[in-house]
Structures are given as C-alpha cells and as structure tokens.
C-alpha cells in the first residue's frame, strides 16, 4: 500500500510534508507520537479500548478518531480528542484541518489526553487491581462452616 500512498501524496502535491517511516522499533514510538501535530485513528471497527489511542494521548498527541465502539470510550468528544463519524472522509479531513489550523485546540486536547492516559497508566492500573483482590480477601469467610 505505501506505493499508493506515495503515489497519491504526488498526485495531491504533498510530498515534502509526508514522511513514510515504513516499520518502526518500539522504542522510537513515543518519540514518534511526542513529535506528531495530530494523531488520526480512522478505524472501522473490531477495536476494544483504543490502547493506540491512549498511546498517542500519553505521547501528547492530540487525537482523531472515527467514534467506533472502544475509541469512544476513549475519547470524550471535544474534550480529549475528537470523534468523527467511521467511513466519512469529509468529516475526518474537516476534524484535523481544524485541529491543524487551531493552536489553543491542538494544546487543549493534547492536555486533556495526557490526563485521560493517565487512568490507565500501569502504577495506578496494579492499585486498582491489587485494592480488589483485597476487597474479595476480606469478604472471603475466616472459617469453614460444617
């Protein structure tokens, strides 16, 4: 696909603002989502909770995505990133355009994503989980009853 994808970035003139990275190590990830203007998920469907989303949100990246289920328990619209409808161009392209062309928007959404990430960053997500293995511990009887 990436000879389309080149071929058409021709065609539209665009060439010299596109980047194809091809595979990417692990590592360079977050430095890749840190360093991005706006990060687009225009998924289809099939996805749970949007780990990529809460990836580029950590990363600072503010987010579009199509409001698919998952994605839009991820994202609260205009608030930590911006839902558009699956399968409709116009209304993704018209979403980033104004994130790119809206400074205070791209910071603000940017923010507010970083501390959505932060729910579910692994400290807090082992204390939710040790705190209910305690709570079942304690309801659990003491003794055995004949």
């Not at 696909?1 to 603002?17: F, H, K, P, V, Y």
């Not at 989502?33 to 990836?55: M, S």
């Amino acid at each position: 696909m990436e000879r389309a994808a080149r071929r058409l970035a021709d065609r539209l003139g665009i060439t010299a603002s596109v980047d194809f990275l091809g595979a990417v190590s692990e590592k360079d990830v977050p430095h890749l989502y840190a360093g991005c203007d706006v990060y687009c998920a225009p998924g289809l469907g099939g996805e749970t909770l949007g780990i990529v989303l809460l990836e580029a949100m950590a990363g600072g990246a503010p987010v579009v995505a199509s409001r698919i289920p998952g994605y839009d328990e991820t994202i609260q619209d205009g608030v930590n990133g911006i839902l558009t409808p699956p399968s409709d161009p116009k209304a993704l392209s018209k979403a980033l355009v104004k994130i790119l062309l809206d400074e205070s928007l791209r910071d603000r959404l940017a923010a507010a994503g970083r501390e959505r990430a932060q729910e579910y960053a692994w400290p807090k997500v082992a204390q939710q989980t040790l705190d209910f293995y305690r709570e079942l511990l304690s309801r659990r009887p003491t003794g055995i009853e004949g």
